[in-house]
């Protein structure tokens, strides 16, 4: 053939750079299964059945618009379990004239690929992946010469640049950001509408059969299997979520309710970085919806902050960094990760539930993530590079693009403050605040220190009080400071002593 054209399991979009210009006569697409990227850290089961699903019904879609496409199963019997082993077989098996393939998220993947031409002695194009509102050049543009590379600035540059939401030069009702309205708790008898759910058909089936037989050892419950595996199923996702949630995506944003896995988010991260969903169409979407009366701006801006701000922002970080952003560990945390972030095994309710839908959902929305996991490992002190793994391994919307930033950066903390201008962290109060949980659990929420007080109390002092050089003179952080100077050193005492004594038994592998 004339190119060979590899497409990875998180580039499931027909739009993709790699097949501008080609020719379904004379080029060969390859897909491939790899056990070195289902397996280099243990991805929850379903993740893994929704990207194997997703590529095949992708590669169905390509042939049947035309295209010749080689497609390497994990059970193949010559599959050799790696991208560059399965180029290099098709290379043998087509003699192609070059190498075309869009740029991996992933660091280590594009490493591995700038080898790739000298290695099969051939051209290798490495083409820059477009479905970005923002390249890794651009970004690098925006972020030379700046002190600091704030979320807010980026995102303003972001609308500015792309018009969504603006009205002229002005942002659309006059602010940028309307997160003050976003806070707002939830109670148990708001109607929830759950997230469209889709039966699978023979293809998802065949994968099912294939994960629980091939992964075994991998954590995470394998059905209910419901997650979109097409573009039209996630669109029909996507627009399930404007009719019925988006009108309340922002006020309840950061609520956390038991048993209530979904709330008001979209549920649509998973399909966005595999490529079954464009950022930009649903940046648009969510736009017409506004202008439509069909949603309040709170919701709208809350929506377009997370696609066009932060989730590119992330993606700029990531490639700026990279590769030592992943070694960064600023507060030098080096404790393991707990046992039961892979059981859900505690007694503190938050956690429990968290994890308890992770394990069987592979999801859990961003306030869970950032204020109950995130947040517990940051306070415990816990070996960031453990906890990057974790978030990596147990999403099915995780690739290292996003989620190392989010979680070494913003969750973490362990870049310094180069994403986060603080630490996300809080004792149990704002759980409480933000949740029915704690009137659910065997800790007391109000109980400050000593047996039964619920273990975020204690470790929020120990933390502050433990990282006071590294923090003690951080502005945002000036209250809590205070507070913690003006207490009695008995008080104090008595928090450090709680901490102490709880970690000991985390340590010991005692149940918490
Ligand atoms: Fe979590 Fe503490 Fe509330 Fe229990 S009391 S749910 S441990 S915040």
New binding site residues.
Partial sequence: CRNLILILGDQLSADISSLRQADPEADVILMAEVMAEATYVPHHKKKIVFLFSAMRHFAQELRDAGWTVNYVQLDDTDNSGSFEGEVRRAVRRLTPERVVVTEPGEWRVLENMRHWQDDLGLPVEIRTDSRFFCDASTFRGWADGRKQLRMENFYREMRKSTGLLMEGDKPAGGKWNYDAENRKPAKQDLFMPEPLQFEPDAITQDVLNLVEQRFESHIGQLEPFWFAVTRAQAEAAFHHFLDEALENFGTYQDAMLRGEKFLYHAVISAYLNAGLLSPKNVCEKVVEAYYADNCPLNAAEGFIRQILGWREYVRGIYWLKMPGYARENALKGSRPLPAFYWTGETS????QEAVGQTLEEAYAHHIQRLM?TGNFALLAGVDPVEVHEWYLAVYADAYEWVELPNTLGMSQFADGGLLASKPYISS?NY??KM?D??E??????RKKTGEGA????ALYWDFLDRHADELGTNPRLGQPYATWRRMPDDTKQEYLDSAKAFLAKLDAGERV
């Fill in positions: 503190m309710k938050c956690v109950v149990g759980i409480n949740s949980y704690c659910n659990c065997d800790y007391n929420v619920c273990p975020f109390n």
